[in-house]
């Protein structure tokens, strides 16, 4: 098993040339972070990420799964 990129990550993430974790693509679906994160946004499946993290402000993908948003109880 390969060793995870940074620790509470899911899987392996690349790193930029520059040395930061890569941003996750704009046009992921939601359906797909929802799977993997364990939460519901209350959003079309088929909405891109770009789309859902302008409707709620966030910047980052890290920044909505470390929010309230989408939790699941």
């Known amino acids: 098993m390969a060793k995870k990129d940074a620790p509470g990550m899911r899987g392996q993430r690349s790193r930029n ?37 302008e409707q709620t402000g966030h910047k980052s993908l890290n920044d909505l799964i470390r929010s309230d948003a989408g939790k699941k109880p």
């Open 17 to 53: 040339d520059s040395g930061p974790l890569r941003q996750k693509r704009g046009d992921t679906n939601v359906g797909t972070i929802e799977q993997q994160y364990n939460r519901d946004f209350g959003v079309r499946s088929d909405m891109h990420l770009d789309t859902l993290l």
